[in-house]
């Protein structure tokens, strides 16, 4: 009767079965670093004019929580700025300020008015006041509106930005970078504020710098 040979195979197929679950792990890492990530949309439409637009999902957050996050002044102030106030109604001006010695109604504050809305579905507004000094032309930001979507993804909420009417070349490239950088961190702070809580506000927060 001869000596079974040593299994060998074993060792092998656990090798495979550890690799495989380190790649399933990888890619479940990956997957959950770009869902925290703003989904960049942006397109050009027929006329040649460019749309910025940006989503992110906000997982076990009802359309409700995220309308509240953006039209009451208790849930802005959760994630968007640390001074925050929304009168909201059509006119209704969304105030701000990432500076939080710069009370309500400050010279200065970001100014937003509501310009139009449908609940629970879409907030559209425009700019009537920039910081002092803005890094973009103020006027040909003042121009332009931005409009949010909101729309249920499951057990999520998908929230859009978008701001229509780019055009081409300065001043309206500036503008468009800085809104790009500063859109898309908008977004991921409103995913981070239901996924880890209410942003703690102990320093002025400012939005990234566009690259040149």
């Not at 010695?101 to 509501?114: A, D, H, K, L, T």
């Not at 978008?162 to 950088?181: A, C, I, K, L, N």
Request: proline share 9%.
């Amino acid at each position: 009767m001869q000596a079974s040979k040593p299994d060998r195979a074993r060792p092998r197929s656990a090798g495979r079965l550890a690799a495989l679950a380190l790649a399933a792990l990888g890619a479940t890492a990956g997957a959950s670093e770009d869902a925290a990530k703003a989904r960049d949309e942006s397109h050009t439409e027929s006329d040649g004019t460019r749309t910025l637009q940006q989503s992110i999902e906000l997982p076990g957050t009802s359309l409700a929580q995220a309308w509240a996050a953006f039209t009451t002044s208790e849930g802005f102030g959760t994630w968007a700025a640390p001074i925050a106030a929304v009168d909201f109604r059509l006119g209704g001006i969304i105030e701000a300020s990432y500076d939080p010695s710069r009370p309500i109604g400050s010279p200065g504050n970001i100014r937003n008015e509501i310009v139009a809305f449908v609940p629970l579905r879409m907030l559209a507004f425009r700019n009537r006041e920039t910081p002092p000094d803005p890094p973009f032309d103020g006027p040909t930001f003042q121009s332009l509106h931005t409009v949010v979507w909101l729309e249920p993804a499951g057990a999520a909420t998908r929230v859009t930005i978008v701001q229509p009417g780019y055009r081409t070349g300065e001043p309206w490239d500036t503008v468009y970078r800085h809104f790009e950088r500063g859109n898309g961190w908008s977004l991921e702070q409103l995913r981070r504020r239901f996924v880890q809580g209410p942003a703690e506000w102990t320093r002025p927060k400012s939005v990234p710098a566009a690259r040149e």
